[in-house]
């Protein structure tokens, strides 16, 4: 049975784990995009989304356990000023996952990982630009009545 293992061990130690998902980390907080293989991405989820979590309240305690998991003082500084801005009122789910196929090489399973506010294609602007042309619309419709 599979209760109480949480961990996606990755065929790894848990040092080379833990530093693998910690640089990850920072190159997803400094790229908003990563492809990666579809497990590391899962793995790499479960990791960053409580550090985003954390990074909502801006204060010292919280900026030191970021940066004892993420091990870069950089990557923290953009975790703090520009993420968490913008997923300031979002309650969960900062990541998404996009499933890519196979690699070429070793028909591994591939998948790029991004932060869900910085991608322009999903974002909600085009569902306020079309209620924005709803209310001219319906102006229009007053004024002539």
Request: hydrophobic share 35%; proline share 2%; net charge positive.
């Amino acid at each position: 049975m599979k209760h109480g293992k949480k961990i996606i061990k990755l065929g790894r130690k848990s040092a080379h784990r833990k530093a693998m998902l910690a640089n990850m980390a920072v190159s997803l907080i400094e790229h908003k995009r990563i492809t990666t293989t579809s497990t590391k991405a899962k793995a790499l989820k479960i990791f960053i989304e409580p550090l985003i979590t954390k990074s909502k309240d801006d204060n010292t305690h919280n900026r030191r356990i970021c940066f004892s998991k993420l091990r870069n003082k950089n990557g923290v500084k953009i975790l703090f000023d520009e993420i968490s801005t913008k997923v300031a009122n979002r309650p969960g789910g900062y990541t998404r996952i996009i499933k890519l196929g196979n690699r070429m090489g070793d028909n591994a399973s591939m998948a790029m990982i991004e932060l869900v506010d910085f991608n322009s294609l999903y974002n909600s602007k085009p569902v306020q630009e079309s209620s924005k042309e709803l209310s001219d619309d319906s102006k229009e419709e007053t004024k002539s009545n």
